[in-house]
């Protein structure tokens, strides 16, 4: 079993739809967590990080679950721009940092 | 403020030949890695430094080595290149190394990529 599951997709959805990945952990030792972006050949790049009390950055929230092991990212009113591979990463007991293989997203106008 | 270089951006190989991949921040960072990734299977750890003259393993480190001499490098070698090592490996740094910095909600900093291929 991978350390960090997500659906790889993809999810098509038009412009201004609700769309929410999910994403699972198996170490329950795990510490911090995160959203990272990644657009076609290029760098993973930071969205945000995910608190245990869910926060919210403009159209972007994310929701974590430590009791089911489970961290959600929820994107409303969504745009062409937001287009990308959207991994899941956990940081483990050891400070290293987990990477799930991505939920592509393909917003259609 | 560069960031993260990463050099060679394209590299092809033949197979037994050895390189190495060079990775430089100018961000002062202690903590410096390197991943591989591969269709399906996300990024992978090869090795990992939380300062200069210290690394460790990841979780693939096998036919490759690293050295961390400075703060500001950490090159990645390829002792003698096999086709499994055809992937794209990016380097990445961030500020904290450990307990009690505060360190652990820092983004972390990815360099460009290296796109490799092993004939």
């Known amino acids: 079993r991978k350390e960090v599951e997500q659906d790889p997709g993809p999810f098509n959805v038009p412009e201004g739809a609700t769309v929410a990945f999910n994403c699972t952990y198996s170490?329950?030792?795990?510490?911090?967590f995160f959203w990272y972006r990644q657009d076609c050949r290029k760098e993973p790049k930071l969205l945000m990080s995910v608190y245990s009390s869910g926060n919210e950055d403009g159209r972007f929230t994310a929701q974590l679950n430590r009791a089911s092991q489970y961290i959600s990212l929820l994107i409303r009113d969504s745009k062409l721009s937001d287009s990308a591979t959207y991994l899941c990463?956990?940081?483990?007991?050891?400070?290293?940092?987990?990477f799930g293989s991505g939920t592509r997203l393909l917003v259609r106008p | 403020n560069a960031g993260v270089t990463q050099t060679p951006k394209f590299q092809v190989l033949k197979t037994g030949q050895s390189m190495t991949l060079q990775c430089a921040q100018d961000m002062n960072h202690e903590y410096m890695s390197w991943y591989r990734q591969d269709p399906g299977m996300g990024l992978r750890l090869i090795h990992y430094?939380?300062?200069?003259?210290?690394?460790d393993q990841g979780e693939v480190p096998n036919g490759y080595n690293v050295s961390r001499s400075t703060t500001e490098d950490f090159p990645l070698r390829l002792l003698s290149a096999a086709p499994s090592q055809t992937s794209v490996y990016f380097c990445?740094?961030?500020?904290?190394?450990?307990?009690?910095?505060?360190?652990?909600?820092?983004?972390?900093?990815f360099g460009d990529g290296t796109r490799l291929s092993i004939l």
């Open positions: 990463v956990v940081m483990d007991s050891s400070y290293k940092l987990i």
């Open positions: 430094s939380v300062g200069a003259g210290i690394t």
């Open positions: 170490n329950s030792a795990s510490q911090s």
């Open positions: 990445a740094s961030r500020p904290g190394r450990g307990p009690g910095t505060g360190w652990g909600n820092q983004p972390q900093h």
